[in-house]
């Protein structure tokens, strides 16, 4: 079974208009919770990493939030070239990332 | 730039074939994993080394094999090659640093492999 879950799948956004995407796990024993943009046919790029329940990471527009079954990653007036495809990916004694979110921002 | 460098970039070969993709870890990075991305799945871990040792491993068929040498460079070598192998292949090397097991990635640009 799953145990990351990205959601949605997809955000298609109008430049400037906020939201936020969800990655939930459902393992026990969180040793690290990772954020990715990847562009297409690009490698990963490291955003944050976030450790413990309650901590918060910010870049730019970017904001990435921890609870003890989920993550946040919140992006704050989108510009276009904050369009990419996001990843987490939850190290629990193994390694698993999620599908991803795709993420376009319209001007 | 990520500091990960892979070669080639790009690779066309037919059923059958064997072909070996390199990486080069950041400086200092001791960690390499590899990782296959295909249209239809996500970023399916592979296999991970430490120092020339593996350390873990993932969904890798048996025909796919992989090592790390001294100098810390990685060749992920792909056998008996089907249609089904053609993906992107990145390499990533792990951050060393603050005592935890687990660091950021830091992605190269990946390989595309496309078998015909």
């Known amino acids: 079974e799953d145990q990351v879950t990205q959601s949605p799948e997809a955000l298609r956004l109008q430049e400037g208009e906020s939201s936020s995407l969800n990655c939930s796990y459902t393992v026990s024993g969180l040793r690290g919770l990772f954020w990715y943009r990847q562009d297409p046919g690009k490698g990963p790029e490291f955003l944050f990493t976030l450790y413990s329940a309650g901590e918060e990471k910010e870049k730019e527009r970017l904001k990435a939030t921890l609870t003890k079954k989920e993550s946040f990653l919140h992006i704050t007036a989108p510009k276009p070239e904050d369009s990419a495809t996001y990843l987490c990916?939850?190290?629990?004694?193994?390694?698993?990332f999620g599908a991803g979110t795709q993420v376009v921002v319209t001007p | 730039d990520s500091g990960v460098t892979q070669t080639p970039k790009h690779l066309i070969t037919a059923t059958g074939q064997r072909v070996t993709l390199r990486c080069s870890p950041r400086?200092?990075?001791?960690?390499v994993y590899w990782y296959q991305q295909s249209l239809d799945q996500g970023l399916q871990f592979l296999i991970q080394y430490y120092n020339g040792e593996e350390r873990a491993k993932g969904n890798i068929l048996e025909r796919f094999s992989a090592q790390q040498f001294p100098d810390l460079h990685s060749e992920l070598n792909l056998s008996s090659l089907e249609l089904g192998d053609s993906a992107l292949y990145f390499c990533?090397?792990?951050?060393?640093?603050?005592?935890?097991?687990?660091?950021?990635?830091?992605f190269g640009p990946g390989t595309r492999l496309t078998v015909l």
């Open positions: 400086s200092g990075d001791l960690s």
């Open positions: 990533a090397s792990e951050a060393t640093s603050g005592g935890r097991t687990y660091n950021e990635q830091f």
């Open positions: 990916a939850v190290c629990w004694g193994k390694l698993q």
